[in-house]
T-cell receptor, first 111, second 116 residues
């Protein structure tokens, strides 16, 4: 059962790149790593998912080292609207395996 | 498309009362989930369903019951509400289990429930 550990909060300024790291020491072979974003009074929203190495989409990049015991969500040039809570999840996509959202990382972007 | 719709958005109950939260999705997803989120914490899975007519327990199922009589609807029931069940409840659905990158979990905007 792969629990995750993330920093409780992070501060950044507009225009900066932000990297949020998630530790998952007990990740299993079939587990994927998924990141969600949550704004106040809204449900979480999918950002990115990966298994190994690097994944990039239009909003973020996900870096996963070879041992897969951690992962880093990278948000390029953040804006005020990126202020939110970011959750890292680890779990098997095809066999239901409990997965934890954890407490997430509160990102505060300042002007 | 509306996506995932939760009703009601807010509710206040007295201890011992019962109620049902409704979740409806219009994306033809097989999998549906109910989570609760307490202040400063992440989401915890209460129950989930892998298809019409099936349900299963998640991490914190005690005090809740669920039903999935129709594919598009997933109901969460509290038979005898307790103050410890004060929380924000989120429903989600997905095409695959947990959600793949091209078919992630879609969440509703939550139901804020207070038990006095």
């Amino acid at each position: 059962l792969a629990k995750t550990t993330q920093p409780i909060s992070m501060d950044s300024y507009e225009g900066q790149e932000v990297n949020i790291t998630c530790s998952h020491n007990n990740i299993a072979t079939n587990d994927y790593i998924t990141w969600y974003q949550q704004f106040p009074s809204q449900g979480p929203r999918f950002i990115i998912q990966g298994y190994k190495t690097k994944v990039t989409n239009e909003v973020a990049s996900l870096f996963i080292p070879a041992d897969r015991k951690s992962s880093t969500l990278s948000l390029p040039r953040v804006s005020l609207s990126d202020t939110a809570v970011y959750y890292c999840l680890v779990g098997d996509l095809y066999n239901f395996n409990k997965f934890y959202f954890g407490s997430g990382t509160k990102l505060n972007v300042k002007p | 498309n509306a996506g995932v719709t939760q009703t009601p958005k807010f509710r206040v109950l007295k201890t011992g009362q019962s109620m049902t939260l409704l979740c409806a999705q219009d994306m033809n997803h097989e999998y549906m989930y109910w989570y609760r989120q307490d202040p400063g914490m992440g989401l915890r899975l209460i129950h989930y369903s892998v298809g019409e007519g099936t349900t299963a327990k998640g991490e914190v199922p005690d005090g809740y019951n669920v039903s999935r009589l129709k594919k598009q609807n997933f109901l969460l029931g509290l038979e005898s509400a307790a103050p410890s069940q004060t929380s924000v409840y989120f429903c989600a659905s997905s095409y695959t289990l947990q959600g793949a990158s091209n078919q992630p979990q879609h969440f509703g905007d939550g139901t804020r429930l207070s038990i006095l």
